[in-house]
């Protein structure tokens, strides 16, 4: 949402220690492959990919437990005024592939709510870039530039995610 020059931007990640025994088969292999692979054309689970679509993913109108990460930014700075971290269920209300989202940026929909959610993370995506953007690393991997706003949005908030979450390691040694 947005309200007051403040951007209040959530980011959802389906959590599979929920549902997975920290010394299960399943965990440890897991662990070697540190991260799921996501790719243009297609994905490599971390796990297998009947637990990762199906019971630990983030399916419209199906509770999943997840780790919410909770950014309150200010639009003009781009500065995070408050960040939060909660373990807690989710419930997605709409599922969409990235065809479908840039559809309905260009086009709109009947629903001025998905709509106007739609059009405020596409602003707020380019301020979460200038954040990483500038950083000759990111560069240096990210040589492949795709052409659909959505899996920019996307990339965008994942990034922001991640350079946040260890910076809050990082000063917490």
């Known amino acids: 949402t947005f309200e007051d020059g403040i951007y209040h931007l959530g980011v959802h990640i389906a959590d599979p220690t929920a549902y997975i025994p920290e010394d299960s088969i399943v965990s440890d292999e897991a662990r070697k492959r540190t991260r799921s692979l ?10 297998p990919l009947n637990l990762s679509k199906d019971l ?4 419209e109108g199906k509770r999943t437990y997840g780790m919410s990460y909770y950014f309150d930014i200010d639009s003009r700075t781009g500065n995070i005024i408050k960040f939060d971290i909660k373990a807690e269920p989710i419930i997605v ?3 969409m592939t990235y065809d479908q989202y840039d559809y309905i940026l260009r ?18 995506s380019s301020i979460l870039k200038q954040v990483y ?7 240096e991997f990210h040589t492949l530039r795709d052409t659909q706003v959505s899996r920019g949005i996307v ?8 350079y946040n979450v260890a910076k809050l390691f990082d000063e917490r040694e």
Do not use: F, R
């Open 133 to 139: 953007n500038e950083d000759l690393i990111y560069h």
């Open 107 to 124: 086009h709109g929909t009947y629903d001025k709510n998905i709509d106007k959610t739609l059009i405020l993370l596409n602003q707020v």
């Open 155 to 162: 990339e965008s908030a994942m990034i922001y995610t991640n």
């Open 93 to 95: 209300t709409k599922n």
């Open 56 to 59: 630990m993913g983030l399916n």
């Open 38 to 47: 996501y790719m243009i054309d297609g994905c490599i689970p971390m796990y």
